[in-house]
C-alpha cells in the first residue's frame, strides 16, 4: 500500500558544531542524512516530507537549519513543493548537481583556492572570448567596451573595482551568444566575486599591476570588437595565465591585512556551495 507521509526515522544526534572555517555545518549533516535516506528509498515517492517541527527535533536542530536543508534538497531535485502537501519527495535525482568544495582554513588554502578558480576559468573565458569575438552585436561591443571604462572609474575613484571586473567579464558572456556561458558564469559568480577581490585587491597594492591589468582587458575588448576570435581567445588566455602569476605574488603582508583577512573570509563563505 504507498503511503502518503514519509515515515520518521529514530532521533538523529547531530554532528558537533563547527569550530572553523572549512568544517561541515550543521545544514550539510542534515541535508546528506535526507538525501541519503531518499537515494536509499527509506521515503516513498510522493510523500510528504515530515514537518519543520518533526525534523528539527528529530535532528536536534533550529528551523534555520531544517530549512536551509530543504532548500539544498530541492536545489537537487529530491524534495519538491506542492500545494497542498508541503513538501513532497520526488525520488532520487540521477542527475547529480553540479558542485566545487573549497577547503579555506588559512592563508596557504585562500592561495591555492584562487589558483584552482583561475585554472578553471582559463579554458571559459579563453571560448567566451572567442565566441563573443565572432558574434557579438555592435551593442554589445559597446556593452564591452562601457564596461571597461566602469572599471576605470572605480579604480580612480579608489573602489575596488571587483563589481565592475565581474561585470566585464559577464558582459563578454552575453556576447558569446551562448546561454550556457552565461549561466556557468552566474553560478562561478560566488566564487568569482571573491577571487576578482583578491587579485584586484592585491594589483591595487602594486601600480604596475593595476596598468597590466587595464592592458589586458583592453586587449580582450578589442580583439573582441575587431572580431578578431583567435586574438581574443589569446587574449583571455593571456589574462588568466598573468592573474595567476599575480596571486602567487601576493606576500605575507597582503593576506595579514585586512583587504587579504577579507578574501580569506569571501573564499570561506562560499565553501560548498552548489547548483
Request: net charge neutral; proline share 3%; charged share 25%.
Amino acid at each position: 500500500m504507498k503511503t502518503t507521509d514519509a515515515k520518521i526515522a529514530a532521533p538523529i544526534a547531530p554532528p558537533a558544531r563547527p569550530t572553523g572555517r572549512g568544517k561541515a555545518t550543521l545544514a550539510d549533516h542534515v541535508t546528506s542524512v535526507l538525501a541519503q535516506q531518499i537515494r536509499d528509498g527509506e521515503f516513498a515517492r510522493d510523500a510528504r516530507l515530515p514537518s519543520e517541527m518533526e525534523l528539527t527535533e528529530r535532528f536536534a536542530v533550529s528551523r534555520t537549519v531544517i530549512r536551509e536543508a530543504i532548500s539544498r534538497l530541492k536545489s537537487e531535485g529530491l524534495v519538491g513543493s506542492r500545494r497542498g502537501s508541503g513538501t513532497v519527495v520526488l525520488g532520487a535525482n540521477t542527475a547529480t548537481p553540479f558542485r566545487l568544495d573549497m577547503q579555506v582554513d588559512d592563508v596557504r588554502d585562500s592561495i591555492q583556492a584562487v589558483l584552482r578558480v583561475i585554472e578553471l576559468r582559463r579554458g571559459v573565458e579563453g571560448e567566451m572570448a572567442a565566441l563573443a569575438a565572432q558574434r557579438r552585436t555592435r551593442a554589445q561591443s559597446q556593452a564591452i567596451q562601457q564596461a571597461l571604462k566602469a572599471i576605470d572609474k572605480a579604480t580612480a575613484e579608489g573602489r575596488d573595482g571587483v563589481q565592475e571586473d565581474f561585470a566585464f567579464h559577464a558582459a563578454i558572456s552575453n556576447a558569446a551568444h551562448n546561454p550556457l556561458y552565461t549561466s556557468l558564469v552566474q553560478f562561478l559568480s560566488q566564487f568569482l566575486h571573491a577571487a576578482i577581490r583578491v587579485a584586484r585587491v592585491n594589483e591595487a597594492r602594486r601600480s604596475d599591476f593595476s596598468q597590466q591589468v587595464r592592458s589586458e582587458h583592453a586587449a580582450i575588448a578589442k580583439a573582441i570588437a575587431d572580431g578578431d576570435p583567435a586574438a581574443a581567445r589569446a587574449a583571455a588566455l593571456q589574462h588568466m595565465e598573468n592573474s595567476a602569476q599575480r596571486i602567487q605574488a601576493a606576500d605575507r603582508e597582503f593576506w595579514d591585512s585586512a583587504d587579504g583577512q577579507e578574501a580569506v573570509r569571501d573564499l570561506a563563505q562560499v565553501k560548498g556551495a552548489e547548483q
